[in-house]
């Protein structure tokens, strides 16, 4: 990202980011670079993006905000200690980024003026034990990350924030997990680690968009069944909970047996074969076999019922079986083009974290 510097004020075609980052400015400073802007060819309205993180900003400087045009501010790691309503100011905002400074729910305004354009919001590593009430009126707000804020617990009317893609509230002191969650049709990724969860509402399975679920270091001794249900459900971050513990130390990994292995090798290739040519405890074994519940597959399943899906850590150590609805990994790949046509189970979890 390019710095914006006063002799590179001076070109209509300069450019528009200005970018202070890591200079550890004081406010006073701050003001003093910026007025290099505020010239008679009004070239503050060319900028769009004020990055200022890792700079001494324990308020902004009110001359920020006369670079109305701004669409991307970032005062992360500043120290700021209260926050003025900066969305006035900023009628095309899209994107705020104040992580990891002193805000608490009281230096907040107490309402925000109503902005249409913000998309991503970002205030982790903050102050704020309670939920913000004041962010739930960012109605098309698509990333929103309030991690690392030691929150007792999530309001119950963040089914208002129907555009959320991207919710993170990892790090906090969450116990449970409102209902109304399950309302954001749209979510694709959710974050709810490092809390203290022992449960989660089964209406998770609701959010049929939902493509990341990151669990890990919670309180969790079960999942509601129906989380099997998110077809598009391909990571699923479950390690430093009791249910991963305690299911690691009871399970027992056996491999499939010879018999199985050869009884599915016959029926996969389908080997044409009489009853006296193999021993009758593998002709009658072949007789048990049951096919696999997508109806796009060709696959059989016998004692095992299905190939194993893998828990699997982050260093590749070790896998584990964790559900077992499919009779291979291939089953993913084999249902029908035809967008009409819906296999019944045709879906898997791509990878399930340990940690």
Known sequence: MENYTSDSSDSENSTKVIDYAYLLLDPEAISQKLEEYLDEKKSFLLIEKQILHHNHLPSLPDILFKFSNTRVLDISNTGIEELPD?????????????????????????????????????????RLVNFPEQILEFTNLKFLYLGGNGMLEISKNIWRLQHLQMLSFGGNKLTEVPST???????????????????????????????SLFLHKNKLRTLPPEIVALKNLSELSLRDNPLVVRFVS???????????????????????????????????????????????????????????????????KYRI???????????????????????????????????
Not at 111 to 126: A, R
Not at 184 to 206: F, R
Not at 293 to 310: A, L, M, S, T
Not at 342 to 348: A, G, I, N, Q, V
């Open 86 to 126: 900066v969305f006035q100011f900023f009628p095309n905002i899209t994107s705020f980024i104040a992580k990891n400074n002193f805000l608490t729910c009281k230096s907040l305004p107490s309402s925000f003026s109503k902005s249409t354009t913000l998309k991503e919001l970002n205030l982790s590593g903050n």
């Open 250 to 316: 009871e399970m027992s990994y056996n491999p499939a047996s010879l018999l199985e292995l050869t009884a599915r090798t016959m029926k996969l290739y389908n080997i044409h074969h009489e009853k006296g040519d193999l021993p009758n405890t593998l002709h009658n074994y072949l007789d048990t076999a049951h096919h696999c519940v997508n109806p796009h597959c060709k696959g059989v399943y016998f004692d095992n019922r299905v190939e194993h899906i893998k828990f699997v850590d982050f260093c590749g």
């Open 321 to 355: 079986p964790l559900l077992q609805y499919l009779c291979s990994s291939k089953c993913a790949n084999t249902a029908s083009t035809n967008i009409n046509e819906k296999p019944s189970r045709s879906y898997m979890m791509k990878k399930v974290l340990l940690g």
């Open 181 to 211: 969650l399950g309302l954001l049709e749209h979510l694709q990724a959710l974050v709810l680690c490092d809390n203290e969860l022992e449960n989660l509402p089964a209406n998770i399975a609701n959010l049929h968009k939902l493509k």
